[in-house]
C-alpha cells in the first residue's frame, strides 16, 4: 500500500518509502500465527498417526470453520478496540429465534432465518448503540448482553415451546434448501467438506477487503488505535463502532442457522463461554488486546490452530482432561511468538 | 523456591497420620490383582463418547468401569466428552476418521447425534448407547442401550417412600430442561400416595441450591421428605434441613463416598443407584462380545443397570466401593 512508483529520494516523507518485499512478509500481522500453525500441524501429523488421514484434515477444518466464521468480524472488532462477550450466545440466540419463529407461525423455514437475521443485527446494533451512548466499557455492556441473552434463551424457549430446546422443523417447507445453505456438504473420496467451510473463506476475504481496501477499514485501524484522534481527524468513530457490532451479528446468525440446519433442533442453554473462544482465535492470530492491530487471515490461521488442537488432541489419544491445558499453554505461546516477530520487524524497519 | 519446597517436605514428613491419607490407597492398590487381560482376541480399539461436563463424579465412575472391562478385554479404550451437542458430535466424528472398533456414546442431546451416529452405523462401526437416549438408541441403528430407565426409577421412589409413610415431599430438580429428571419426578408422582411438588434450582451453583431448599423448608414445616436427583445436591438438602430445624427425611438419587456415610449414621433416608460402574463396564464388555461372538444383549430392549434401592443395612457393604470410587 505504501509503494508509490517513484524512487524514493533522501528527503521525502517517510511514510511513502518502499520496503521491501521480505520486509512487508515480516511486518505483517499473522506471520507469528503461520509459523505457530506450521508446529502445530507438524507436530500432530508425528505424535498421532490418524491426524494425516484426508477424513481427519475434513473434521478438522470443519472444527476450524465453525470458530473462524465468528472470529473473522471478532478479530475486526478488535482492531477497532472493542470486545464482544456476547458473540457465544448470540449464536444459539439466532438459532432459536430461526427455529422457534418458524415452527410458532407455521411459516416457511426462510422466513424464519430472515426474522433471526433482522433480530439478531437487532442484537449487535443493541451492542453498538449502548456502548456509544453511555461510553462504558465494551466489557460491561456486553457482558451485561451476554448474561440476558443467556437468560432470555432459556426462558422464552421454554416459554414458547414448554421444554429448553426447540421443537422439529424437519418436516416443514423450506428446510431441505435452507439446509443446502447452510450445513450441506460435499464429498471428495472419503474427505467431507462441509459448507461452512466456503462461509468461513467468503467472510474471511471480506474482511480482509474491507480492512486493505476501503475506507471503513482505516477508520476501524484508526478508532482502534485512538479514537479521540480518529474522531478529530473526521472518522465517523460512532458509526464505524456500530457497524462493527453488526458485523459480529452478521456471522452470529450465519453460524447459528448453520446449528439449526446441522441438527434441526436447538438446545437453548448452549453457546456459553465460546465467546472467549473467537476472541482467543483472534489474539492467536495476531490481534492485539488493546486494539488498532491484526488482520482477519491471522483470525482463520487462529482458528485453524485451535481446530488442529482440539482435534489432535483427540487422534493423538491423549487424556482429555488435560485438554484446556495444552490450550491454555498454546495461546501463551502463540501470542509471546507474535509479539516476538512484531518486535523483530519493527527493529528492522 | 527452594526455602518454600523444604519448608513443605518438613511439614509432611513431620506428622504422619498412620490412618487414611495417600499411603493406605497405594497399600490397597498393591494389593489389589494385576490388571492383565484375561482374553486373546486382537487389541481392538473403542472410543467413548460422552455428554459429561468436566470433572463429573458420575461419569468419572462410569470411565473406570469401562477401563477394567477394557483391561480383561485387550481393549485399548480411548474417552471424551463434551457437553456441547456440537462438540460431541465433532469428537465423534474423530472417533470414526480413527476406524476405531466399537463406540459408545450417550444420547443427552439425540438431534445433535443423529446423523453422526448413522454415519458410524454406516461404517461399519458397531455402536451401543449408555446411560441417556434409550428412546433413541434403537432407531439410530445401536446394538442396544444400557442405562436406567427414569420413569422406573421415579416409581421405585415412590414407592420406597409409600413404605416409610411419608405424606408431602419435594423433588428438587437441579438442571432446567434435562428430559430425564423431569421423568424421575413424574415417576415418583405417579406412584407415591401423598401430595408431590417440583422444586427448580441451579445445580452449578451449590450455595444457591442449599439456600431454596431452605427456603422451601421454612414456608412448609409440613414437608416430610425431599428427594434429591444428584448424591452432590443431598449433602446440600442436608444442610438446609438443619438450618431450617426440619424433620423432612433426605433422600437421593444417585450414591457416592458421603451418600454411603450419610446413609450409615441415619442423616439420609434411602438412595437409588444407576449402577455407574456397571454402565461403563457392560457397554465395553457387550462391543467385545459382540466382535468376538456377535452376541447381543437385550433382546431388543434396554439393558438396565438400575434403579436398585440401597437403605442402611446395604450401606456398610457398600461403603469400602464407595471410598474406592467404583460406586
Known amino acids: 500500500m505504501t509503494a508509490t512508483g517513484q524512487p524514493a529520494a533522501p528527503h521525502t516523507d517517510e511514510r511513502l518509502l518502499r520496503t521491501s518485499p521480505l520486509r512487508k512478509l515480516l511486518g505483517r500481522p499473522e506471520l507469528g500465527s503461520v509459523v505457530g500453525a506450521v508446529a502445530v500441524f507438524l507436530f500432530f501429523a508425528i505424535v498421532a498417526d ?59 423455514v426462510w422466513v424464519g432465518v430472515f426474522v433471526s437475521l433482522l433480530v439478531t443485527l437487532g442484537f449487535g446494533a443493541f451492542n453498538g448503540f449502548m456502548l456509544t451512548r453511555t461510553k462504558l466499557p465494551s466489557f460491561i455492556i456486553t457482558l451485561g448482553t451476554f448474561l440476558m441473552l443467556t437468560g432470555l434463551n432459556l426462558g422464552f424457549t421454554k416459554l414458547i415451546s414448554g421444554t429448553v430446546s426447540t421443537k422439529t422443523i424437519g418436516n416443514m417447507e423450506g428446510f ?19 459448507v461452512t467451510i466456503l462461509w468461513w473463506a467468503a467472510l474471511v476475504a471480506i474482511a480482509t477487503w474491507i480492512l486493505i481496501r476501503t475506507r471503513f477499514g482505516n477508520w476501524i485501524f484508526a478508532v482502534g488505535g485512538e479514537a479521540d484522534a480518529a474522531r478529530a481527524v473526521g472518522v465517523p468513530v460512532i458509526r464505524t463502532r456500530i457497524g462493527l457490532y453488526l458485523g459480529v451479528a452478521f456471522a452470529a446468525w450465519v453460524s447459528g442457522q448453520h446449528l439449526l440446519f446441522s441438527y434441526d433442533v436447538v438446545q437453548s442453554g448452549e453457546g456459553v463461554g465460546n465467546e472467549l473462544i473467537y476472541i482467543i482465535a483472534a489474539v492467536i492470530g495476531g490481534c492485539l488486546i488493546t486494539g488498532g492491530y491484526g488482520s482477519a487471515i491471522g483470525s482463520a490461521v487462529g482458528a485453524i490452530i485451535f481446530g488442529m488442537t482440539s482435534k489432535g488432541i483427540v ?10 491445558f495444552f490450550l491454555g499453554a498454546m495461546l501463551l505461546l502463540a501470542t509471546l511468538l507474535n509479539a516476538w516477530v512484531r518486535k523483530r520487524a519493527e527493529a528492522t524497519k | 523456591m527452594g526455602a518454600v519446597l523444604a519448608a513443605v517436605l518438613a511439614a509432611s514428613l513431620a506428622g504422619c497420620s498412620s490412618t487414611g491419607g495417600k499411603r493406605a490407597e497405594e497399600r490397597a492398590a498393591q494389593q489389589a490383582a494385576e490388571g492383565r487381560s484375561a482374553v486373546n482376541t486382537p487389541r481392538w480399539t473403542f472410543a467413548m463418547v460422552t455428554h459429561s461436563g468436566d470433572g463429573d463424579t458420575f461419569w468419572d465412575i462410569v470411565q473406570k468401569g469401562a477401563k477394567q472391562a477394557a483391561r480383561k478385554d485387550n481393549i485399548n479404550f480411548l474417552y471424551s466428552h463434551n457437553d456441547e451437542g456440537q462438540q460431541q458430535a465433532e469428537l465423534v466424528q474423530t472417533a470414526i476418521d480413527k476406524k476405531v472398533d466399537g463406540l459408545i456414546v450417550s444420547l443427552a442431546k439425540p438431534d445433535s447425534m443423529k446423523t453422526v451416529v448413522a454415519k458410524a452405523v454406516k461404517a461399519g462401526i ?4 449408555v446411560n441417556s437416549g434409550s428412546a433413541e438408541s434403537k432407531a439410530f441403528g445401536a446394538l442396544t442401550h444400557i442405562g436406567q430407565d427414569e420413569s422406573i426409577a421415579g416409581e421405585a421412589v415412590g414407592d420406597e417412600l409409600n413404605t416409610r409413610k411419608r405424606e408431602k415431599v419435594l423433588c428438587v430438580l ?3 430442561g434435562n428430559v430425564g429428571h423431569e421423568q424421575r419426578c413424574a415417576g415418583a408422582k405417579k406412584t407415591f400416595d401423598g401430595t408431590m411438588q417440583n422444586l427448580y434450582v ?29 448424591a452432590p445436591f443431598a449433602a446440600a438438602a442436608v444442610k438446609a434441613k438443619k438450618t431450617a430445624g426440619s424433620k423432612a427425611e433426605i433422600d437421593t438419587f444417585d450414591l457416592n463416598a458421603s451418600v454411603a456415610t450419610g446413609l450409615q449414621d441415619k442423616t439420609l433416608g434411602f438412595a437409588v443407584d444407576q449402577q455407574p460402574y456397571l454402565q461403563g463396564y457392560e457397554a465395553v464388555d457387550l462391543l467385545w462380545l459382540y466382535r468376538y461372538n456377535r452376541n447381543v444383549l437385550g433382546g431388543g430392549l434396554p439393558v438396565l443397570t438400575g434403579p436398585q434401592v440401597i437403605t442402611r443395612d446395604d450401606a456398610d457393604a457398600l461403603a469400602e466401593y464407595t471410598d474406592r470410587g467404583t460406586r
Open chain 2, 174 to 176: 437441579h438442571e432446567q
Open chain 1, 315 to 324: 487422534y493423538a489419544e491423549w487424556n482429555p482432561d488435560w485438554f484446556k
Open chain 1, 176 to 194: 431441505e434448501s435452507a439446509r443446502k445453505v447452510f450445513a450441506s456438504h460435499l464429498t471428495i473420496g472419503d474427505v467431507e467438506l462441509k
Open chain 1, 50 to 108: 490418524s491426524f494425516l488421514q484426508a477424513s481427519s484434515l475434513g473434521t478438522v477444518l470443519y472444527a476450524a470453520s465453525t470458530i473462524g466464521i465468528m472470529a473473522a468480524p471478532v478479530a475486526l472488532l478488535m482492531i477497532g478496540g472493542e470486545f464482544d462477550l456476547s458473540a457465544g450466545v448470540m449464536v444459539t440466540s439466532s438459532a432459536l429465534i430461526s427455529s422457534m419463529f418458524s415452527y410458532q407461525m407455521t411459516a416457511n
Open chain 2, 126 to 129: 458397531p455402536v451401543i448407547t
Open chain 2, 202 to 230: 441451579d445445580g452449578t451453583n451449590m450455595p444457591d441450591v442449599q439456600a431454596s431448599i431452605e427456603a422451601k423448608l421454612d414456608s412448609d414445616k409440613s414437608i416430610d421428605a425431599v428427594v434429591t436427583l444428584g
